[in-house]
């Protein structure tokens, strides 16, 4: 390249051999699922993972719920197997994961009666330190650098805190305080996470779809979710995050992903414009991460929609969600129902036989996974590649064989074999270089490798604007 450019890289995260024919390449973003029952709990969690692997997914979302993990104070915070924690569920879920191409994403929240004066969870610690340093024990034994326990690139901090029954109080004297409590929340679960480990991504939010902003009373206090985020930025404007994560159900289990709803209210149908008011009151694109969305089915919920109207729905959610250009993930809850549960969004029946949205969204998320990026240019661009595979079976640093063809449609432009090695958060980067021309669409055909013969090819998007 002769000039600075902004490249959006889309990784592309089916095995195909050579690209498609020139086009614009859309915005792709990671597919998973939220489910912890079933990945972690459950007899079935091998079939399960396999399953959501065929699926397409690439992601599991989990909650750290740090009043169950560390429901008695730690005697050493920072040290992991402090008596006190009960993690062996989390760790072996992120050790196990990438043998099914997939790594975990972790939301923490919850605050242990030790930590808050004796109170339920949703009252936030009273010394916000507790929490950095269990953002921090996660994160640093999550890093990638202790052979045994994977590795955790992704994180987020707290669940829904803009509903009074995650995060109390809401308001006081008839104003809305959540976002301020939030704030210093937040910044002391990112502060322990970036301690632990520099390379991870925290995101902040995990909002609800709506809220009321005016106080109802009780638990069904709550503030809409884009006025959190927007009185967020106002109490907090220098407030560090990688990006913001939400839930934009319909706002009813029966209702479709394309449904109406009055804005500051966040769905799929509004998130375009949350995405461009979170730009303006960050000044920044701010990546979009969809950590809940599901749609529930009758006879199990009775106000459900029926089995072949949720494979519909799914996959118009997916659509609707690649084509939003902030999105960078889409997590549907949940995977798989169960008998012992009040959700039954799964894609599978709870006896492990597939709804027919199974077979729709594996489908669907064929044509829109991936990863997306935005990194300005100037000679070449270096894509971090997520490769949970060769990381299951390779140390930190390990040499990984990598080759890459660039063509513009069918013509070759330009091949490359740059050496390459692997990072702690479980991602291969390397450069690659190509005479780019603005507005035009190229595809970049990535093939890696280790010693041991597991083999990975990715295809990237590469459109020069």
């Known amino acids: 390249m002769h000039r600075t450019t902004r490249i959006a890289l889309i990784v592309v995260l089916a095995l195909i051999a050579l690209p498609a024919a020139a086009a614009k390449a859309n915005p792709r973003m990671q597919i998973g699922f939220f489910d912890d029952p079933s990945f972690r709990w459950s007899k079935s969690t091998a079939e399960n993972l396999q399953a959501a692997s065929k699926s397409g997914a690439t992601v599991i979302h989990v909650l750290a719920d740090w009043s169950q993990i560390a429901s008695a104070k730690p005697a050493s915070p920072l040290n992991g197997d402090d008596p006190a924690y009960k993690i062996s569920d989390l760790d072996s879920l992120v050790s ?90 937040f910044a002391a679960g990112y502060a322990g996470i970036k301690a632990g480990n520099p390379l991870a991504l925290v995101a902040a939010g995990n909002t609800s779809n709506r809220g009321h902003n005016t106080p109802t009373g009780g638990v069904s206090d709550s503030t809409a979710p884009a006025t959190f985020a927007r009185l967020l930025a106002i109490a907090a404007p220098k407030l560090k995050f990688d990006a913001w994560a939400t839930h934009p159900y319909p706002t009813s289990p029966n209702l479709p992903p394309t449904q109406k709803v009055q804005y500051p209210a966040v769905t799929l149908t509004t998130l375009d414009q949350f995405g461009s008011d979170l730009k303006t009151w960050w000044k920044r694109r701010v990546p979009i991460w969809i950590t809940e ?138 450069p690659i270089s190509f005479r780019d021309v603005k507005g035009h669409t190229y595809s970049v055909v990535v093939k890696l490798g280790d010693k041991h013969g597991v083999t990975v090819t990715r295809t990237i998007a590469v459109i020069a604007q």
């Open 96 to 185: 196990t994961a990438p043998k099914y191409g997939m790594q975990v994403i972790v939301s923490i929240t919850g605050t242990p009666k030790w930590a808050n004066g004796g109170q339920t969870p949703n009252h936030p610690p009273t010394n916000m330190g507790d929490l950095t340093a269990f953002a921090h024990m996660l994160a640093a034994r999550y890093n990638g650098l202790h052979p045994g326990y994977g590795v955790v690139s992704r994180f987020a901090i707290w669940n829904e805190p803009n509903l009074q029954l995650f995060l109390t109080p809401q308001f006081e004297n008839g104003q809305i305080v959540s976002p301020g409590i939030y704030a210093k929340l």
């Open 293 to 430: 969305y599901g749609e529930q089915t009758r006879p199990q919920y009775s106000i459900g929609v029926s089995a072949s109207q949720q494979a519909a729905d799914a996959k118009t959610a997916l659509q609707m969600a690649a084509k939003n250009p902030y999105v960078d993930i889409f997590v549907w809850f949940i995977f798989r129902d169960s008998t012992n549960q009040t959700w039954f969004s799964g894609l599978k029946n709870a006896n492990g036989s597939n709804k027919p949205s199974y077979a729709t969204f594996s489908a669907t998320a064929k044509t829109v996974a991936g990863q997306t990026y935005y990194i300005p240019q100037g000679g070449g661009f270096t894509p971090a590649i997520d490769v949970p595979q060769l990381f299951n079976n390779n140390p930190v640093g390990s040499r990984i064989g990598l080759t890459y063809a660039v063509f513009e449609g069918k013509k070759k432009i330009a091949v490359g074999q740059p050496p390459a090695t692997l990072a702690a958060n479980g991602t291969v980067s390397a």
